[in-house]
């Protein structure tokens, strides 16, 4: 079973660099074909 | 998708996770020059600049490894020299048969020289690439500090 709902995945990569540079954590953006 | 803990748990704890399907954000393709999918970029918190880019599929241990070396990376940008070490020398630990490892090994030396300036630390990482990952374009990168 995919543990990726784990993920809370955002989908404004401008809003998550706001929040990086809060946080001082790096942003990791994934760029995906697979069915959702 | 992710299917290991290990790899949803490192993204939660480290990361600002975000995805873009192809069909959804074509925008974000070109923004960020991708190619191939899968395609994970790193972007550094304070400027988000790409600290690496992993393209195509790895299993879960190379992964992992692939995003510690992204956290190394970010580290070595701030000069944070000893976070850096840390990240690399786990990952070089971890899973010492992945190819990550012998990148973290590379990495882990140039951490270490960059916070001493003691060229010592360079030539004892070419020589426990002498130990492990042999052939490795990395052990062929660190052969130069054999001195």
Redesign the interface.
């Known amino acids: ?4 709902s ?8 401008d809003q ?2 706001r ?3 809060q ?12 069915p ?1 | 998708m992710y299917p290991s803990p290990n790899v949803a748990r490192l993204i939660e704890a480290e990361f600002i996770p975000v995805r873009f399907h192809i069909k959804d954000n074509p925008g974000m393709w070109h923004r960020f020059d991708v190619r191939w999918t899968p395609t994970i970029l790193i972007l550094d918190w304070d400027d988000g600049s790409e600290a690496r880019r992993v393209e195509g599929f790895l299993p879960a241990d190379e992964f992992v490894g692939q995003l510690e070396l992204g956290l190394g990376d970010v580290a070595i940008e701030h000069k944070d020299w000893a976070k850096a070490q840390r990240y690399f020398a786990h990952v070089a630990e971890a899973n010492p048969e992945t190819d990550a490892a012998a990148e973290g090994e590379y990495w882990a030396g140039v951490a270490k020289y960059s916070a001493s300036h003691d060229a010592s630390a360079l030539k004892e990482t070419a020589r426990r690439f002498t130990q492990r990952h042999q052939g490795t374009s990395w052990a062929k990168r660190a052969s130069v500090w054999k001195g």
């Open positions: 079973m995919s543990d990726d784990q993920i809370k995945w955002g989908k404004d990569v998550a660099l929040t990086a540079k946080q001082q954590r790096p942003v990791l953006v994934d760029f995906t074909a697979a959702s």
